[in-house]
């Protein structure tokens, strides 16, 4: 049975930092990634990552600000964020594809997370 697990959620202030873990389990996955829903909006790309790690994808609003990682051993994938704003604030999911070439899109990822909220206050 595959799982992931996310952890790493809260309330911060603006301009602050949190790290997300999820931790897969049941297979391995060729791509994983993050996505994001605030209220009201839909379901949006926040950044994915490679097998290797060599490859990863950011979504505009996050480049520089956040960064995508793996550990093999562990079946865990991080998303570093780093100066967090208000806009930020939403649900984020993990998600696994089994597809080796570097997506964005939403229906690439066939497992998800049950998600963590995430609030940025200002």
């Known amino acids: 049975q595959v799982q992931l697990v996310e952890s790493g959620g809260g309330l911060v202030q603006a301009g602050g930092s949190l790290r997300l873990s999820c931790a897969a389990s049941?297979?391995?996955?060729?791509?994983m990634g993050w996505f994001r829903q605030a209220p009201g909006k839909e379901r949006e790309f926040v950044a994915a990552?490679?097998?290797?790690?060599?490859?990863?994808n950011y979504a505009d609003s996050v480049k520089r600000r956040f960064t995508i990682s793996r550990d093999h051993a562990k079946n865990t994938v991080y998303l570093q964020m780093n100066s967090l704003k208000p806009e930020g604030t939403a649900v984020y999911y993990c998600?696994?594809?089994?597809?080796?070439?570097?997506?964005?899109?939403?229906?690439?990822?066939?497992?998800w997370g049950q998600g963590t909220q995430i609030t940025v206050s200002s």
């Open positions: 990552i490679s097998w290797s790690g060599g490859s990863t």
């Open positions: 998600a696994a594809s089994v597809l080796s070439i570097p997506t964005m899109r939403l229906p690439d990822f066939g497992s």
């Open positions: 049941g297979r391995t996955f060729s791509m």
